[in-house]
């Protein structure tokens, strides 16, 4: 079935130890989104990719990066993670911007 | 400035019976609204999405009914189930950038 994966589905890590939360997909679509869900919030869009532009949301901290080698793959790269990063992070997809997006299962991050 | 209001937090209703899911927006450039659905420790699943050409669309249990004038959007679940149970989103689409904007969510129990 054509899917978004998220890997892994928990991770821990310490204060200010730079972590890697990875999304592939397999549905071709276009536009891959990164977005962070504290608790019962909306989810908060950080940034997206449309094909290889990179498109940063106006308050996403700079301790968040993306990369996306591939049309299948991108990765959300926190920096120097603080406490107030814990969230569950969503990775999502859209064959084009303003489409339905399809969510993967979500990486819940722990900082420690 | 939120954009797209859920103003109920949690509805609860009886196995059965028809749950009726609220949503209010603000930005008149929003042309596409989406529901999703999420479990507990899952990414949102979609559920059914409504252009504002129409002012209804069905899928099985679910209606979602806009009223433009209002602003206002409803997802109707007949008859609802146990496992209905879960943080019901609503997302709406159109302004500059085509981005999804999200509400706050409303938890739905649906009692046996």
């Known amino acids: 079935d054509a899917m978004v994966i998220q890997n892994p589905r928990y991770q821990v890590t310490q204060f200010g130890k730079p972590v890697t939360l990875s999304c592939s997909q397999t549905?071709?679509?276009?536009?891959m989104y990164w977005y962070q869900q504290k608790s019962s919030q909306a989810p908060k869009l950080l940034f997206h990719?449309?094909?290889?532009?990179?498109?940063n949301e106006a308050d996403t901290p700079d301790n968040f990066q993306s990369r996306r080698p591939n049309t299948s793959f991108c990765f959300l790269d926190i920096r120097s993670p603080g406490l107030g990063d814990a969230a569950m992070y969503l990775c999502a997809t859209s064959k084009d911007p303003g489409e339905t997006q399809y969510f993967g299962p979500g990486t819940r991050l722990l900082v420690l | 400035d939120q954009q797209v209001k859920q103003n109920s937090p949690s509805l609860s209703v009886q196995e059965g019976r028809i749950s009726i899911l609220n949503c209010d927006y603000t930005?008149?450039?929003?042309?596409?609204f989406l529901w999703y659905k999420k479990y507990p420790a899952e990414g949102p699943t979609f559920l059914i999405s409504i252009s504002s050409i129409k002012d209804k669309n069905e899928d099985g249990r679910f209606t979602v009914f806009l009223n433009k004038s209002a602003k206002h959007l409803s997802l109707h679940i007949v008859p609802s189930q146990p496992g209905d149970s879960a943080v019901y989103f609503c997302a709406a689409s159109g302004d500059a950038g085509n981005m999804l904007t999200f509400g706050g969510g409303t938890r739905l129990m649906v009692k046996p």
């Open positions: 990719y449309y094909d290889k532009d990179f498109n």
């Open positions: 549905l071709n679509h276009n536009v």
């Open positions: 930005n008149s450039m929003f042309d596409y």
